[in-house]
Nanobody
Framework: QVQLVESGGDLVQAGGSLRLSCTAS????????MGWYRQAPGKERELVAA???????RYGDSVKGRFNISRAKATNTVFLQMNNLEPEDTAVYYC?????????WGQGTQVTVSS
């Protein structure tokens, strides 16, 4: 059974940085798509960053230039480096991976940015 486990969420002051990690367990098959989404209270879940086949990268407009997605293919791990954080970045962050055509979600990790 594939499970995604996220870590790295924390409380940080505006202007600070955090690095989120998400590792898939229960499979030796590499994910073809890895991504991060977030959901703030009262808002819909939105794309933060996605990486397709390790090459094509997309970012949400609000995080371009501040966030960076990367991966460690050998361990099926995806990272999200978040710099210059803003209070508007406060949300639960979820990772998502597509493995053999199926989408898997992590349980979410809370990121809180204080002003």
């Amino acid at each position: 059974q594939v499970q995604l486990v996220e870590s790295g969420g924390d409380l940080v002051q505006a202007g600070g940085s955090l690095r989120l990690s998400c590792t898939a367990s229960g499979t030796i098959i590499s994910a073809t798509t890895m991504g991060w989404y977030r959901q703030a209270p009262g808002k819909e879940r939105e794309l933060v960053a996605a990486m397709i086949n390790g090459a094509n990268v997309r970012y949400g407009d609000s995080v371009k230039g501040r966030f960076n997605i990367s991966r460690a293919k050998a361990t099926n791990t995806v990272f999200l480096q978040m710099n210059n954080l803003e209070p508007e970045d406060t949300a639960v962050y979820y990772c998502k991976m597509k493995i053999r055509g199926y989408d898997y979600w992590g349980q979410g990790t809370q990121v809180t940015v204080s002003s």
